[in-house]
């Protein structure tokens, strides 16, 4: 495995309640007693980034546990829904990653659901899985073509990028769920004590008119006929254990690793939670309050949170849904965004090109907190003029200056005519970071919007330098 460099190290478990546990870790050790529940807990000073293996190892007098090979680094959480699950063997360009995967300086704990999340019925001992204790299992693996192909494509990719550049061994957790809505993975009693969302966790989940239909359809796909049969599931005040069920996720594959120091969270998440206006319009609040729940569990009120904005496909809401994703990165300090328009598809919702997403995610972790001298995000609007009927716009983030991915004139932009309607305009880059917007019927430009709309077509093909896209955007005068 892989540890949190930079951070005090705590180490727990569970013993006969008196017994004295003796726990070494290098060649630094120390002694604890069991309480009477039974539970212990020490904790070792911070330790530098480190090649060479050492080894943890806790005994009692009738029981010894050695956990062998374990370095020094940075570990990172990669969590969300199906574009994160995702695996390497099926992104494009997996081959090629899978064939050269052997590196003993990464290291991965695919953390694998017990269920899977398409419609097909849960029944007999698939039941038990649903305690959030039995739900997840899994292992840490030294990254190999092996235990790499079934990982999470985007994970894997930034843990590359991350290991190289730092030059400091990398752990990954994937804890991704498909289908899973975030507020799945928000404990019940953040949702209960938000003046929003408390409707959520209130009464059976099955009939919870504040829940997205589409979920507690799949949860009685799952579950219809166990429940016709009285077959036995695991169940609490809001009704029968899913995946889906809010604060599920939370309590089976985030609330176990909140004592594990992590440098950050990757989020890949917000498919199904874009199905409507509604839900569109609380998703800004509901994962603003995941981000904050979760800082305040891990006891890390900085704990960087980047995540990925929902690409080019065609689906309603999905423009205004990128919307609340951007109004996260603007609103709640350290977060980042990785944009995806150019690496969409018009109706798969898995897009197989998950190594721009990685790379972009490894591209912003390394400016923001590991503080190198690198562009991070793509072209953003600075400021807009208008000027001899034509509108003059320029960017921040151009690197070297504006280009477009294929030698031809930026598309995506539109300019709203006297009329109140949104019309193409035609564009041209002019020096490094301006742009010439101008269409004959629109006389005084004034507000201009890009890449606003489920799937541009054609694709969106303004970059930096650092071959970095621009986010979609609406600025009205």
């Not at 609007?381 to 983030?397: A, P």
Request: overall charge positive; glycine content about 8%; some cysteine.
């Amino acid at each position: 495995m892989v540890l949190q460099q930079g951070t005090p190290i705590p180490i727990w478990g569970k013993a006969t309640p008196g017994d004295s546990v003796t726990v070494s870790m290098g060649k630094k050790t120390t002694q604890t007693i069991a309480d009477k529940n039974g539970n212990w807990h020490v904790r070792f000073k911070r330790r530098k980034a480190s090649f060479h293996p050492i080894e943890l190892k806790v005994s009692t007098k009738t029981k010894s546990i050695l956990i062998q090979n374990i370095l020094m680094g940075e570990v990172w959480i990669c969590a969300g829904q199906s574009n994160m699950e995702w695996p390497l063997s099926a992104s494009a360009a997996g081959a090629s990653a899978i064939k050269n995967a052997h590196n003993p300086n990464l290291r991965l704990l695919n953390y694998k659901k017990g269920l899977s999340t398409y419609n097909v019925p849960y029944l007999g001992v698939d039941l038990i899985k649903l305690n959030p204790e039995n739900f997840y299992d899994g292992r840490w693996k030294v990254s190999t073509p092996e235990s790499a192909a079934p990982f999470s494509g985007v994970g894997y990719f930034f843990g590359k990028d991350l290991q190289k550049e730092m030059n400091v061994p990398v752990g990954l957790i994937n804890v991704s769920v498909g289908g899973s809505p975030a507020e799945a993975w928000i404990q019940t009693e953040a949702l209960s004590n938000h003046s929003q969302f408390n409707t959520m966790v209130q009464g059976d989940w099955f009939e919870n008119s504040a829940l997205e239909p589409w979920c507690i359809q799949r949860g009685t796909e799952n579950l219809g006929q166990a429940i016709k049969e009285e077959q036995s599931i695991p169940k609490n005040e809001n009704g029968v254990n899913h995946p889906f069920k809010p604060g599920f996720l939370w309590e089976a594959g985030i609330k176990p690793f909140v004592q594990f120091p992590v440098a950050g969270v990757l989020w890949y998440q917000g498919e199904s939670n874009a199905e409507s206006d509604w839900r569109v319009d609380q998703h800004t609040p509901l994962l603003t309050l995941l981000i904050e729940d979760w800082r305040k569990e891990f006891k890390n009120p900085k704990m960087p949170f980047l995540f990925v904005q929902l690409p080019g496909m065609n689906r309603p809401h999905w423009p205004e849904f990128r919307a609340s994703q951007q109004e996260v990165y603007d609103t709640v300090p350290h977060t980042g965004m990785a944009i995806t328009m150019d690496v969409g598809h018009p109706t798969d919702v898995h897009p197989n090109q998950k190594q721009p997403v990685g790379n972009r995610l490894a591209r912003i972790a390394l400016k923001q907190i590991y503080r190198k001298n690198i562009i991070s995000q793509g072209p953003t609007l600075r400021s807009k003029r208008l000027k001899d009927g034509k509108l003059e716009l320029r960017f921040s983030h151009v690197g070297k200056g504006l280009k477009t991915n294929n030698g031809l004139p930026p598309v995506g932009f539109e300019l709203l005519d006297g009329q109140g309607k949104w019309i193409q305009a035609k564009a041209m880059i002019m020096r490094k970071n301006k742009l010439i917007l101008s269409h004959p019927q629109v006389a005084k430009p004034r507000s201009v919007r890009y890449g606003w709309k489920p799937y541009p077509d054609p694709v969106l093909n303004l970059f930096n330098s650092a071959n970095l896209p621009m986010a979609p955007f609406v600025d009205h005068e």
